[in-house]
Every structure is written in C-alpha cells, then in structure tokens.
C-alpha cells in the first residue's frame, strides 16, 4: 500500500531574487498622448535588475556550487519538488509523488507538460540521468551525498520515476528538489568545459540569455514555463564586487535590488525619499558567519590556541559595531530558533585573561617583549582570508585583528576575489583561517561540511576536521527519521564543537534586502524572498525597460 505525499517542512531558504533584466536596457520612449489607465492586475513586461558580488563558477547544477551560480540556475532549472514559502515540500517537475509506508520507496508521477528551453521534452530519462550522474565517481559534485544512499532507481515508463533505499533517509525528500539537468544534452558529454556551463539549458521559469563576463548576466521569461509564463520579461544579474558601488547604482536607478549592509540600512530607512522608492525588508538569515582554522596548520591543531581564539574574540561587539545590532550570536552550525540547535551550549564569553592562559598553556609567550607571542623562535601571526565585496566581512576582520592583538596574536588580514578564493585558496585548503559564512539548511544535514570523508580538494570540509564521534553522530542523524534521535545526536555534536573550537561561531545576520517599489507581489515568507517570483510584475504605468 502507498502514501501521497503530505507537506512536508524542508531544507534550506530560498534563494532572494538576484537575477535580472537586458544588458543595459532601453527605457521605453516617453508617452506623448495622454495614456489610456494602466491595468490593475498583473501584467507582462519591464525587468528586474540586481547586483552580485561574485562572478558565477559553473551553471551546471551539479558543479554549481557558489551562490552567484546558483541564483542563476535556481531560475533556469526545476527540480522533481520544490520548497514553497512556508518551507513545505511540494511537487514541481513530479505532479505527484507516492512513498511506501516503510518509506523506502518513492515514486515520482511527471508531469507530460514540461519542454527543456531548446524544446526538448522532459522525460524519466532526464530524471534518472540526473541521479546517475550525481552518484558518478567522475563527477565532481559536492552534492552527491544523498544520491548515493539510493539502493536502485527505475523508469519504467516516460513519466514515472521510482528510487529504492535501503533505510530511511532524513533527507531523502530534500534530495529531490535539487535541479534536474538535460539528458539529451549532457548524456556521454565530459562536464568539464561543456557549453552549459556557460549556456544553461533548463526547464525553469526563465531561459538563459547571455553572459558578459565581468559584467551581467541576462535571463528572459521562458513563454512555455509550466507553471505559467513569468510577468516579468527579464532578469538580469549586475556582477558589481563593492557595495558601495552597487548602492551608487541603485540610487542611479541603475539597480532595482541589491543586500543592503547594516550602516546603508540604518541610513536608507530615516530617509522618505528612498522609502519611497524603494521596499526596505529584515528578517533572520539561514545562515551564520564563522571564523574556520586550517587544522592541518600545527598552531591550529592545538585546541587551546582555538579556544583562546574564540574566549579572545567580542561576538557582541561584531553584531554592534558591523552588524550595527542586525544579528544574534550564534552557538553552533544552527540558527538559534532552529530545532536541531543545543540551546543548552552557549557562545564563548569574551575573556581575553582566559585566552591568555590557554595561550600559554600551550607555549606561547612574548619572550622578547615586542607585544607578540611567540615560540621557539617564531611569532604568533598568521593571516585571515575573506571574500572582496562584504564590508561586513571585512569589518568584521578589522575588530577581530584588534582584539587577538591584544592578546599578543597578530593578524594580517587578506581580501580576496570570489572565484580566486574558492578555487585556490579553499578548495586547495591554501589557507590559515577564514572568514566566511554557510547557509543552513532548515532540513539539517552536517555530512558534507563536517564529516571526515568529506576533506578531499574542492569538498566542503575545507578546515580538515576529523573526529570519529562527530562522523558516528552524523551518520546516526541522517538515517534515521525520528527527531528525538536526531535532535540528541546533534545536542552531542554541538557539545563537541564547543570543547574542540573547530570554528569560532560568530554570528546569525539579518537579511536586510530592498527591492524597487514599482516591483509588486515582493513578500517575505518563512522561507525568505523570492518563493514567488514568477508572480512580480510592474504596473504598465511603472514599467522602464524595453521588451
């Protein structure tokens, strides 16, 4: 006997929009007849235009591993389900879907309606190229994972598709929204320098246009779209690296969207003319920021230097002074209000004379007096990388320099290029510690960004963490799909975390995103913004962009 599938809460936020319209869109002419009234109901036409910070890696959604990759392949590709607003998991490219009561079958029922862009139809073919593909030892996927707990998979016609395992899998379901690729267009291919990765083909609501590398990248509405053709014609991407120079565009009106930081929030939103102009939104993001130690460096293999490092650092003057209070402390790889996190484990006080004693509990000492610790014969300074374009970041790096100076600890601070950083410096675990951030899955999951067998060049385990406990808790949590067990495996591993220090967990920020006030339909939800994009549309009487 079969189940339907019920609505079930899923994984990780949406996506924000930031994607965009032509390559430098033409207004369109001005009237010289008095205009007839606009529509007052959704109508096609304009575009929307955003910024990113980061040029895009790869748009083939298994190498896709960046944000500013997977803004755009979340608009081009369509999963068999999707998340909706309110973080449930709903059919998509599957009409429906039937797991077995022991929830070790799935069956997907297709929709017959789907055309890739080039106008290929969809099939099961597609779906179970997909699946192959993630679990192909050649592929070099960070996202194989969950794929690969697939005991069999089967298509036995063109519009059904059925995966066997061998045990429950936490996030089986969420396993299935990620983006089906096409069949007939990367079957037998090498992925390596395929032509979509430059020029996607998929089955979502927009269809790639063009890329300008270094400056844009354009998506037009896909007219054929299954669900129904989005109103707004065009999405375009602007790849501007400064903030700054993304918020002189947006006041330009070159821009109708973009993140603002905490100071151009607390500006914007005392000032009516902009209000005016624009929508100004805050909520909690799916995410946290985090200082990550290359443990393969032997001063970062000391859990008491890691520790003195979190005791040395004021969480609270990084949310004050960066985040300008848009943010919470964070107490581990959740967000506070999650279910999986440990309430019970807190963030590490600021106590510099606790980070001295560690600090010389484990050798260091200012033997020549010059204000810096050192050890047989060596200093203690080392430097932290971040990414180009997050003033956040970099601010944040600034106060965390000035209090480990003071306890005998000098940083040198380094800003990097997106791309660069990932490829040479992360990937190539070419690095002494980072600052950066992670998205969190509402469905948690620490496998790939925690497990010991996750350290190879280009996974996500980058800092090299290894603990046998952590890998038998993970491996515990993720098959099995009874909360409580769940929840104690990842109370234990957070207690874990806090005793080995392999990051310094900072701080969950606030969103804090706007959006042009012509752009209508734009709604925050539990699963952020950008659930609905397929429904914003702007008013003939506000529309300034050409078809």
Request: with cysteine; charged share 25%; hydrophobic share 40%.
């Amino acid at each position: 006997m079969k189940i339907k599938l019920l609505l079930l809460a899923g994984l990780m936020a949406l996506l924000s929009a930031c994607s965009e319209a032509p390559e430098q869109p033409a207004p369109t002419p001005a009237a010289t007849e008095q205009p007839a009234p606009a529509p007052t109901g959704p109508v096609n036409g304009d575009a929307l235009v955003s910024a990113s910070i980061g040029e895009p890696s790869n748009f083939i959604p298994a190498l896709a591993s960046d944000s500013a990759s997977t803004e755009i392949t979340s608009r081009v590709y369509s999963g068999l389900l999707k998340i909706d607003k309110n973080l449930n998991i709903v059919p998509n490219l599957a009409e429906s879907l039937e797991i077995s009561e022991d929830e070790l079958t799935f069956t997907f029922r297709l929709r017959k309606n789907v055309r890739w862009h080039d106008g290929t139809p969809f099939t099961s073919r597609d779906a179970m190229f997909s699946y192959q593909l993630m679990i192909n030892p050649n592929t070099p996927t960070a996202y194989a994972e969950s794929y690969k707990q697939v005991k069999s998979a089967e298509a036995p016609d063109d519009y059904t598709f059925i995966v066997h395992y061998d045990r429950p899998l936490a996030r089986a379901l969420v396993s299935w929204c990620f983006d089906v690729m096409p069949a007939h267009l990367l079957e037998g291919q090498p992925l390596e320098g395929h032509p979509l990765a430059r020029a996607p083909i998929g089955t979502g609501p927009y269809k790639f246009e063009k890329w300008e590398p270094g400056q844009r990248i354009t998506l037009a509405a896909n007219d054929d779209y299954f669900e129904g053709r989005p109103h707004l014609d065009r999405l375009v991407m602007k790849i501007i690296p400064d903030l700054n120079a993304q918020m002189m565009e947006l006041m330009a009106g070159q821009l109708d969207s973009m993140g603002l930081t905490p100071d151009q929030y607390e500006e914007k939103k005392a000032d009516p003319a902009f209000t005016a102009q624009y929508n100004m939104f805050r909520y909690p993001a799916f995410a946290y920021t985090y200082l990550g130690f290359n443990l393969e460096d032997p001063r970062f293999a000391d859990q008491r230097v890691r520790q003195a490092v979190a005791y040395a650092v004021d969480k609270q003057e990084l949310i004050d002074g960066a985040l300008l209070g848009f943010g919470a402390p964070a107490n581990g790889p959740f967000t506070p209000d999650m279910w999986a996190n440990n309430q019970n484990v807190k963030p590490y006080p600021f106590d510099q004379a606790k980070a001295k004693a560690l600090l010389a509990e484990a050798g260091w000492a200012d033997t020549d007096g010059d204000g810096i610790l050192d050890k047989n014969g060596e200093p203690f300074q080392f430097t932290l990388m971040t990414n180009q374009g997050n003033k956040v970041r970099e601010q944040c790096g600034l106060i965390i320099q000035a209090r480990l100076a003071e306890v005998g600890i000098k940083v040198n601070l380094r800003v990097v290029e997106w791309a660069a950083f990932v490829k040479e410096y992360l990937d190539k675990h070419n690095f002494e510690a980072v600052l950066m951030a992670w998205t969190v899955p509402i469905e948690p999951d620490l496998y790939d960004v925690w497990h010991s067998s996750k350290t190879k060049e280009g996974e996500l385990n980058f800092i090299s963490y290894k603990n046998e406990e952590v890998d038998r808790l993970i491996d515990e949590s993720r098959f099995t799909l009874d909360q409580p067990t769940r929840k104690k495996a990842y109370d234990r591993i957070q207690e874990i975390f806090y005793e080995e220090a392999p990051y310094v967990f900072l701080f969950v920020p606030d969103a804090l995103p706007v959006y042009s006030s012509r752009i209508i339909g734009v709604e925050t939800s539990p699963g952020g913004i950008g659930h609905n994009l397929k429904d914003w549309y702007v008013p003939l009487n506000k529309q300034i962009y050409a078809r």
